[in-house]
Structures are given as structure tokens and as C-alpha cells.
């Protein structure tokens, strides 16, 4: 007999969770010496029970069974089983106590990203059998930094709702090491934003285009007005930048150094666009970003891009993916209105 639509979608999530459990088995027999006899490491099959996975995914997340026993609806006493069922399963404490709660273990808090990743394939099971009847539905969940919340994700977001009113899509607005952390868990389908160098493997880039950096500031600035801005110009007035370990800082710091010149020592650091944003309109402060960040300010007329270059300056704004990872078609269907619109992108023009 031949698979249909929907069982080969069901047999290709279901290849991938027993993947990941196979990985955990795999990791649990070698604490265990490699003895499947006798170690106490159950069979990958009865590794795969949703409310022992489901309860380990969400102590690790909040760290206290009465909180997990209270978002689902069950006693304490059932979720400690489930826990301890599992634990036993494994041959491993998954979690131990701390004044911070009950926390993975280094062992189980590799475990707890395979767990999630299960979970999230059990997930999009029903939405794959529900793109295959014509409807796209399901939770999209999206890792947003800042450089794509203003134009890009927005106006893909609409357009996708426009064409899909069943799915729904969360953002998630966290430093990109968090937000990996989370798309390696499968907590994120994928993240958007300024591309930075990967230090694992198991993530993937991809470059959807290039956005400039320009010195903005308030539309009457007296810089705003001036025909020629030297570097001296620059340093009398006060800045508002990115923190300093954002990578738009260490390319400005790497701008000035190149120039002859000490980096910018800002009177503001954040990470708050609407904070940087009234700072400019309301003050002499100055900044360096990309246009499409603050792109309805140009607009308005309320701010403007100075007369003075920074060469070289420039972000990859793209997509970062776990490695080997299957969208939902909801996930895939945000993507791929992201990417459309990427292509079609130019840089607007700023006003001053």
C-alpha cells in the first residue's frame, strides 16, 4: 500500500522525533558504558510519551513543578511522575533543585532541547495535514531583532495574515544568543534580523540583502544644515547608540579607528528604538543606523541622514535556521512573503 498525502507528511515527522530520541538513547547508553543490557535505558519507543516530554519542556523553561502543574491543569504529584518516570527511562537526573528552583542538570538540559523539538514536530503534524486540505493555520513563532520590526516583518506579516486569517504568528524580541538558544529548542521558527558570525553548526544563515548605516539625527539639527561635517563636528555633539556589544558598535568603533580616531563614547546606550527615537527628535543627540529602521521619521520629515559617508558600513539583514529543520507551512508561508519582499527592497531615500 502507498502513503497518502497525509500519512507521508505524519511518516516524515515522525522519522524526525524518532531521530531525536534515538539521540538521547544513544547519549544515555554511553553514560551507561554502552551496556543496553541491563543499563536501565529504556527503548526509544517508550521514550516518546507526550506528557513526560511536555512536563520536562516546561520545568525546565519555569522551574517549578507548581507552576507546570498549573498551566496543565493536573496535580503536582503527576507532574513529579512524569518527571521521575522519565528520569528513570534514562538512567539520568534531569533536573536538580537550586534557589533558583528546579534546573536541568548539564545532561538534561541537553535532553530538554531534543524534548522540545519532539514536541514542536508533533506541533506541526496537524498543520501539515491541514496544508494539504488547502488551509494554512498553526503558531508561528518569529526570533524579530530590531532592524526588520519596522518595514519588513510587519508588512509580511500583514500580507500573510491577508491570505491565511487561521494562522497566527507570535514575535519574540530578544538578544540573538537567546533567540538561538531558542530556535536550537525549536522555541523559534526562525529569526530575523542583522546577521552576526555562527559559532555553531547547527544553525544556518541566509543573506536576504544589505542595508547601509547612516548618521541621522533631528531634522533642524544644526549638522542637518551644515555643507561640509567634519570628524570634529561629530564629537561635539552627544550620541545615542546601540549597546557596546552590539555589532553595529563594533563596526562604528572599527569606522573611527580606521579614520584616526578614538571611538564614540555615546551619553546613551539602548536597545529601545522608540527611546532612540525621541531622544533624536527631541534633542542634539545623534545616531548611526539603517534608514529602513527609523524609515516613517524620514518620512515625516522629522529626522534626516547627515552629509557625511560612513564607508563600509554596511548590515546583512537575513534569516538565521536550525540546520535541517522542516517549516510548518505557516512558518514557510511568513518566510517566503519575508524573502519576496527582501528581493523587491530598496533602500528609501532619505529625507534632508
Known sequence: MLLTGAGESVWIRAARIEGELDAVRDEALALHGGRPGGSGVAATAALFHTRRLTSAAMLADVHHVSTVAH???????????????????????????????????????????????????????????????????????????????????????????????????????????????????ADVDFILGALRPLRDTSLTTRVLLHEDIVLIARADHPLARQAAIGFDDLFRYPWVLSRASSPLRGQLNDFFRRKGHPPLAPSVETADLALLRGLLLHSDMLTALSVHQLHYEFESGGLAALDFPLDGMQREIGVTLRSGAQLSPGARALLDEVMRLAATAATPSPAG
Not at 496543565?72 to 534531569?94: D, F, H, N, W
Not at 501539515?128 to 508561528?140: M, T, Y
Open 71 to 185: 498551566l496543565c491543569g493536573v496535580t503536582q504529584p503527576a507532574i513529579s511522575a512524569s518527571i521521575a518516570r522519565l528520569e528513570e527511562s534514562l538512567g539520568q537526573p534531569l533536573f536538580q533543585r537550586t534557589a533558583r528552583g528546579m534546573v536541568p542538570t548539564p545532561v538534561g538540559e541537553r535532553w530538554v532541547v531534543r524534548f522540545k523539538r519532539v514536541l514542536a514536530e508533533l506541533r506541526n503534524i496537524q498543520a501539515d495535514v491541514a496544508a494539504l486540505k488547502g488551509a494554512i493555520e498553526g503558531v508561528v513563532t518569529v526570533g524579530a531583532l530590531p532592524l526588520v520590526r519596522t518595514m519588513v516583518l510587519p508588512t509580511a506579516i500583514a500580507n500573510v495574515l491577508a491570505r491565511h486569517p487561521r494562522l497566527r504568528i507570535r514575535t519574540l524580541e530578544s538578544p540573538y544568543g537567546d533567540l538561538c538558544a531558542r530556535l536550537l529548542s
